[in-house]
């Protein structure tokens, strides 16, 4: 639903959960929009001018204004599109949406990745009890069917990395991060929020993403 005259596109890649969310957010709103996929390894001149201070996806350009960050340009998808609004218009329930979006980029993303694609035993017993204890925080924040209540919003986005590449990666490393004994609100949101049908089209393809992360962790495994 982009307006006549705009122009969006998104530099990203498949295998980002911050690239992620930003489509999971255009989506949601309906806006149409072009992806363009990035090589990382090769910078392309376009990713180097619309980000020339981080040089990473995602990077959001609307009608040429670069905006960079997955948190940041969620913000301005809110601002700008007003349909499906994810974040709330009071201002304390939208503080603390914005804190609990951060606690996951804080206190689970490095934990419980680390938990996998570590070869230090200790580094890893560490970096999984620090996820159990950020993921408990989430599922006692959990109140309704959604972070957001019965609809997807801000922090249910922020968390698509909990309810998508958890999963994956704890099958990778044999560990049980995210299971319905453990966290059993926290699981049954996720299964809610993959089933959705914007998100379900949203999702890239579980099986290459798991080939090439199993790839990544056998090398770092023969490494020892």
Known sequence: ????????KLLGVAASTFVCRVQLGLNLKGVEYKFVEQ????KSEELLKYNPIHKKVPVLVHNERPISE??????YI??????????????????MARFWAKFIDDKVLLASWTSVFTNDEKEREKNIRES??????LEDE????FFGGEEIAFVD?????????VPLIQDIGGLQLLTNEKFPKLYNWSQEFLN?????ETMPPRDPLFAFFKARYDNLIASK
């Open 70 to 75: 997955s948190l940041v340009i969620l913000e």
């Open 142 to 145: 959990l109140k309704g069917k």
């Open 78 to 95: 809110d601002d700008t599109w007003k349909v499906n609004p994810f974040l709330p218009s009071e201002p304390y329930q939208r503080a």
């Open 132 to 137: 159990d204890e950020a993921l408990k925080f």
């Open 39 to 42: 090589d990382l390894e090769n």
């Open 1 to 8: 639903m982009a307006a006549n005259g705009e122009e969006v």
């Open 196 to 200: 959705h049908p914007i998100v379900k």
């Open 157 to 165: 986005i922020a968390a698509v990395y909990i309810a998508f590449w």
